[in-house]
C-alpha cells in the first residue's frame, strides 16, 4: 500500500495558474503509474490525467488538454499537475493515486486538496 498526501490547493482567480503535488511514501515510486482526479460537487470523479514512469508518457482528459501539465520527479518520490488558465469549473477536489502498470485500477488514493476557482 502507498501513502499519498496531496499539497497546494487553494482560491484563485479564473484565469490563474495552481500547482498540486502529491508526495508517496513508497521507494518503488518509479514503477507506478500516477494519477490525477477530481471530484467537483454533486458530481462523480473524473480523471485528469496520467503519467507513466517518466515524463514522456502521459495521457489528458479532453477538458483539461493543453492548460494542465502532469510530470514527475522519481527523486523525490512525488509527481505534480500544473495547472495554467483556470475556469470556475475546475473547481473540484483533486486526488492522486497510483497504480502499477499491470493493474486497471488505481488502488492507492491521496486524501485530497481542495482548489476553488472564482469568476
Known amino acids: 500500500q502507498v501513502q499519498l498526501v496531496e499539497s497546494g490547493g487553494g482560491l484563485v482567480q479564473a484565469g490563474g495558474s495552481l500547482r498540486l503535488s502529491c508526495a508517496a511514501s513508497?521507494?518503488?515510486?518509479?514503477?507506478?503509474?500516477m494519477g490525477w482526479f477530481r471530484q467537483a460537487s454533486g458530481k462523480e470523479r473524473e480523471l485528469v490525467g496520467v503519467?507513466?514512469?517518466?515524463?514522456?508518457?502521459?495521457y489528458y482528459a479532453d477538458s483539461v488538454k493543453g492548460r494542465f501539465t502532469i510530470s514527475r520527479d522519481n527523486t523525490k518520490n512525488s509527481v505534480y499537475l500544473e495547472m495554467n488558465m483556470l475556469k470556475p469549473e475546475d473547481t473540484a477536489v483533486y486526488y492522486c493515486?497510483?497504480?502499477?502498470?499491470?493493474?486497471?485500477?488505481?488502488?492507492?488514493w491521496g486524501q485530497g486538496t481542495r482548489v476553488t476557482v472564482s469568476s
Open positions: 503519467i507513466g514512469w517518466d515524463n514522456e508518457d502521459t
Open positions: 493515486a497510483a497504480r502499477y502498470p499491470e493493474q486497471s485500477r488505481f488502488d492507492n
Open positions: 513508497t521507494p518503488y515510486f518509479s514503477s507506478y503509474y
